[in-house]
């Protein structure tokens, strides 16, 4: 398994950034490189990273349990609106889930599927915190980053 990256980001555009700007963890190379584009992006009128705090409830653990959104950006569009966006960065494949039916149910396959219902739980209070407040929601992945091209079906 390979080692991610973490680390600290230093904007080049601190006034930007809501929070400590000095205290900007990225936990991947993913989000390392959202920082960047959030930073230098003109359009971004603020972010910031793990600043806010949101409740769910785990049906993994049963419990109640605090999620803290990757970012939360203004961003203006083309036709000069400010939008609030909360965004999580997210591999494609834990977006997706794991295979519904493997012909084994290996440790690593449950512990996809743990992940999967706990990110879904996530992403429901996420999508309900954002809906009361005229958010956006949006999970990234590294096709949306440019990091990876999606393979083109092949017409029947």
Known sequence: MSK???GRYLPRNPEKYKGDASQIIYRSSW???????CD????VKSWSSEEMCIWYYDPVKKKK????????????DSDGLIRTQMIEIKPDKEVKGPEKN???KTKSWVYAVHTYVTNMAKWDAARD???DRGWQFCIITEYELGLK???KKLKK
């Open 149 to 151: 091209k999606r393979k």
């Open 31 to 37: 989000e390392r490189t959202f920082c960047k584009w």
């Open 129 to 131: 915190f954002c809906e």
């Open 4 to 6: 991610t990256l973490k």
């Open 40 to 43: 230098l992006r003109e359009s």
């Open 65 to 76: 349990r605090r999620y803290f959104p990757d970012f939360i950006i203004k961003v203006m």
């Open 102 to 104: 493997p012909k084994r």
